[in-house]
T-cell receptor, first 112, second 115 residues
Framework: GDSVTQMEGPVTLSEEAFLTINCTYT??????LFWYVQYPGEGLQLLLK?????DKGSNKGFEATYRKETTSFHLEKGSVQVSDSAVYFC???????????FGKGTTLSVSS | NAGVTQTPKFRVLKTGQSMTLLCAQD?????MYWYRQDPGMGLRLIHY???????AKGEVPDGYNVSRLKKQNFLLGLESAAPSQTSVYFC??????????????FGPGTRLLVL
């Protein structure tokens, strides 16, 4: 069945460092891909999404490109801030389009 | 707009007790979802609904029941709570148009502890 695999955390970085969180997926058809972020004590909120191959989603300095040939959707940011400390979830839409399938989440901790 | 709200925020139950978690959304969304979040497991879908009066099972439905009597509300029930149901529960909703491209909007979560 469809699945999402993302890199294990926690990821610990200093402020202004470059961030990459890897995400790969297995799916039939052409799912949409999402990154959600969960700040401490809160629910998830959409960070960015891409709906077809080669699309690039971007928001708040974060970017991810839908790579069909490598079945990947890696999250990147050029210069992280302390306020980016959160748990990041990669997700894909299921074939029926009725639900999301989430990865296990990657915890990012940024120190000043 | 309040978005997606969940009641209660936190609850402690004893094994065997029952309870109902309430999710409400004011965005007129057709689709609603209940997830549970456990350490190292990500979010797993319990049940979902694609419209008023309809429900369907997700990945981990055992021990839970749901009802969608009104479009804006989605209830999650635990008939006989077990320690394995200790978790953080999230509700989400989205529009039906656009199918798989639509964004899900999440509530703030309900933390449940079963002793």
């Amino acid at each position: 069945g469809d699945s999402v695999t993302q890199m294990e955390g926690p990821v610990t970085l200093s402020e202004e460092a470059f961030l990459t969180i890897n995400c790969t997926y297995t799916a039939t058809g052409y799912p949409s891909l999402f990154w959600y972020v969960q700040y401490p004590g809160e629910g998830l909120q959409l960070l960015l999404k891409a709906t077809k191959a080669d699309d690039k989603g971007s928001n708040k300095g974060f970017e991810a490109t839908y790579r069909k040939e490598t079945t990947s959707f890696h999250l990147e940011k050029g210069s992280v801030q302390v306020s980016d400390s959160a748990v990041y979830f990669c997700a894909l839409s299921n074939q029926a389009g009725t639900a999301l399938i989430f990865g296990k989440g990657t915890t990012l901790s940024v120190s000043s | 707009n309040a978005g997606v709200t969940q009641t209660p925020k936190f609850r402690v139950l004893k094994t065997g007790q029952s309870m109902t978690l309430l999710c409400a959304q004011d965005m007129n969304h057709e689709y609603m979802y209940w997830y549970r979040q456990d350490p190292g497991m990500g979010l797993r879908l319990i049940h979902y609904s694609v419209g008023e009066g309809t429900t369907a099972k997700g990945e981990v439905p055992d021990g839970y029941n749901v009802s969608r009597l009104k479009k804006q509300n989605f209830l999650l029930g635990l008939e006989s709570a077990a320690p394995s149901q200790t978790s953080v529960y999230f509700c989400a909703s989205r529009r039906s148009s656009g199918s798989w491209t639509e964004t899900q909007y999440f509530g703030p979560g309900t933390r449940l502890l079963v002793l």
